[in-house]
């Protein structure tokens, strides 16, 4: 790669960058293995209550096999100890729960065929409740090289389906974005939805640009980005948007609300490696339309730049979300928001003394100890009508539990994207004033996490350094009427409810895929004890439990018995 004055005069000036943002000057986790690592997602994937790191790797280098490092207790594994079967030239990943058995799953997108014919089919592998399967459930039947994927319920039915970009610009590849319909935990093997648009893509995602109740579709192609309205679970195949002034090579997408005006503002990242102009760009959403015009443009001076990702996260817990960025043998940086102002100069920065040792492909916000989390109740009010509802959080750390009318519902009956924040049921809710509760829990202090495409120097991930300010001891409604301890639990819990509060009905324990457990009478005693047994008498098994009271939000234990 050819120097270039301009672009190393960006760079001195990213590195003198005062570090005003809670995140620490060097990696606190690194791993050891030597993927070419693509794609990043973090989800609970064991069941044990901490967040796990998945990744999909190959890329357009090697036929790698994807990878979870699991959380042990808050600290992730620097070798992989869960390893795909199958190997490949992989993209990126998306995780969703799209069977709704309340265990996420990981969608993963598949490149090209870089040394030889390959198997260029997108796939899904299904949880097993302790780790995924290592050979994939299920892989689409038509054969198309893809980027980027994601997961969202275009056709509100109540589950997850997947969108894939297509084609691949890097090699002038043409072919048309689609979507694979999911039949309530099984996929179409053929497309449901193609767009008409035959043009290169890279990056793709679902969000309800409109807060109308559908997911509209945006699409990153090469020197344009548009958009494909939704309207009632149908969408166009024309595009409705479309930004085409000085958009270089669309790598990323993602959506905030950095002004928390209650509507999903977009930031991409766009590359210079095709010869087109390199930029970090931010567009406004202005009561449910996008700008065309970027209302911040980050990274635009200079050659050689390669921006490749974007992702919000509030790192300083203000309420109003940063956005983080990094690209190919670039710093990874974070750019500050200032009650709903953002910087275009990086307030943090980070770069190995090797710079090439650090090429950027995903960035992830994520609490990957548990301890800046936040319990959160949002309500929506029913119609009838309205199927999908946006959470005012993002990105959801857990979603504890769902109640219309006050009664929880089981996942089977509705499916969410914790990553964009929505919820969408399988059938409308009933009319009523705030009777539809979800509760769910953030983090106030993300970390954020780093895949890396060069093999040498592993993934990373930076521990957000504010001080601990919510203890994890017990597991706390927001309003600390009731506690649970110990949690995790291995033998008796006691649920401890505060004097002041006389609770309405019984006790109800349910599992983690919305089955009722038990059923305990609280009576006069303010401590209640539960013995890790179903109704039954026959000890429950290890795994995620939700202990509600009436009238207050779910609380999520831990139960390790062995079984």
């Known amino acids: ?41 973090f989800a609970d994937i064991n069941g044990d209550g901490y967040l796990d790191f998945c990744i999909s790797n190959g890329n357009d280098m090697a036929s790698n096999r994807n990878t979870i490092y699991f959380n042990r207790n808050g600290t992730l594994e620097t070798s992989a100890s869960w390893r795909s079967a199958d190997q490949g030239y992989f993209g990126h990943c998306y995780a969703g729960d799209v069977n709704n058995d309340g265990r996420f799953d990981l969608a993963v997108a598949y490149l090209g065929d870089y040394q030889g014919p390959s198997e260029l089919k997108v796939r899904i592998y299904y949880n097993q409740d302790t780790a995924l399967e290592t050979t994939p459930r299920w892989k689409a039947a038509d054969s198309v090289s893809s980027f980027d994927c994601c997961l969202g319920d275009y056709d509100l039915d109540g589950d997850l389906d997947l969108a894939i970009s297509a084609g691949d610009a890097y090699r002038g590849q043409s072919d048309r974005v689609r979507i694979y319909r999911n039949n309530h935990g099984i996929f179409d093997t053929l497309p449901a939805w193609f767009a008409r648009l035959d043009t290169a893509s890279d990056a793709i995602r679902f969000a309800d640009i409109d807060n109308d109740g559908d997911l509209d579709l945006f699409v990153g192609h090469r020197r344009k980005v548009v958009m494909y309205r939704n309207e009632n679970g149908t969408f166009d195949t024309i595009p409705v948007w479309a930004v085409r002034r000085n958009i270089g ?13 209650g509507y999903l503002d ?61 690209g190919w043998w670039q710093p990874v940086v ?38 800046h989390l936040i319990a959160v109740t949002d309500t929506f009010n029913g119609n009838s009508v309205r199927q999908l509802f946006n959470l005012s959080r993002r990105p959801l750390q857990f ?21 964009i924040a929505w919820i969408s049921f399988r059938t409308p809710p009933p009319s009523g004033t705030n009777n539809i509760t979800v509760h769910y829990r953030y983090s106030t202090h993300p970390d954020l996490a780093v895949t890396n495409w060069n093999q040498t120097n592993g993934n990373h991930l930076f521990l957000n350094t504010t001080a601990t300010a919510i203890t994890t001891t017990n597991a706390l409604s927001p309003n600390t009427l009731v506690n649970v301890f110990p949690n995790p639990a291995t033998g008796a819990v006691a649920i401890n409810l505060a004097p002041a509060f006389k609770p309405q009905g ?26 890790g047994r179903d109704e039954s008498g026959t000890p429950v098994k290890t795994g995620i439990y939700f202990i509600t009271v009436p009238n207050l939000p779910a609380v999520k234990i831990l139960y390790l018995n062995g079984n």
């Open 1 to 41: 790669m050819k120097t270039n004055i301009f672009a190393l005069l960006l760079l001195t000036l990213i590195s003198s960058a005062p570090a005003q943002l809670p995140l620490p000057g060097s990696p606190n986790w690194t791993s050891t293995d030597n993927d070419y690592s693509t794609g990043g997602a």
């Open 249 to 261: 090579w669309v790598l990323r997408l993602e959506f905030g609300d950095y002004d928390r005006d």
């Open 266 to 326: 977009l930031a991409l990242a766009a590359n210079d490696q095709l010869q087109d102009p390199n930029s970090i760009r931010v567009f406004h959403n202005n009561n449910g339309t996008l700008d065309t015009i970027p209302a911040f443009i980050m990274q635009r001076r200079g050659t050689n730049l390669y921006s490749s990702c974007v992702a919000w996260g509030d790192v300083n817990g203000d309420g109003y979300p940063e956005l983080a960025a990094g």
């Open 334 to 371: 974070v750019y500050a928001n200032n009650a709903g102002s953002l910087d275009t100069l990086p307030a943090w920065s980070w770069r190995p003394a090797n710079p090439n040792n650090l090429v950027c492909e995903a960035l992830v916000w994520t609490d990957v100890r548990n301890i």
């Open 399 to 419: 979603l504890d539990s769902v109640c219309v009318n006050g009664i929880r519902v089981p996942s089977a009956t509705y499916c969410f994207d914790p990553h």
């Open 506 to 531: 019984e006790i109800n324990i349910y599992s983690r895929d919305g089955r009722l457990v038990r059923k305990i009478k609280p009576g006069d005693n303010r401590t209640v004890i539960w013995n």
